[in-house]
């Protein structure tokens, strides 16, 4: 399925983006939206990555299956909220997200924040449209 029509929106007059998303993103047109549950980065056996860096790709393979069951993938991504338990882990995210991401730019948002479990190092997740 072809990837939605999105304008992204990154004025002059607001702050740059810092890498990998833009400010403003705009569905000219679109067919359905899907709103992906904050996926955790817990395999399917239940089990739980040691490290942030392979929590973080796990995660990120968790929110691909997703888009995957609806027909679509990270193309189609047009916002994404990652819930991140330490500051210290915003660089490491932001490489692995990017290179999930390829090019494609979606509006974004990071935040520190406590998870339901303390195992889980972070959360993300996503509207796509198609």
Same mark, same amino acid.
Request: hydrophobic share 45%; glycine share 6%; with cysteine.
């Given at each position: #399925? ?25 569905? &000219? ?14 395999? &399917? ?18 929110? #691909? ?34 290179? #999930? ?7 974004? &948002? ?21």
């Amino acid at each position: #399925m072809p990837p939605v029509h999105v304008v992204s929106h990154n004025p002059a007059t607001v702050h740059a983006p810092a890498a990998g998303y833009s400010l403003g993103v705009e569905l &000219t047109q679109h067919r359905r939206l899907l709103f992906i549950s904050g996926q955790v980065p817990e395999r &399917t056996d239940g089990t739980v990555p040691d490290g942030f860096e392979a929590q973080c790709e796990q995660a990120w393979r968790n929110v #691909m299956e997703v888009l995957a069951a609806a027909g679509l993938g990270v193309e189609h991504l047009v916002k994404l909220t990652t819930f991140l338990t330490d500051r210290n882990h915003v660089v490491t995210n932001r490489t692995i997200r990017c290179a #999930m991401l390829g090019e494609h730019q979606p509006a974004l &948002t990071v935040v520190i924040v406590e998870t339901v479990d303390s195992k889980w190092l972070l959360e993300i997740e996503a509207i796509a449209a198609e």
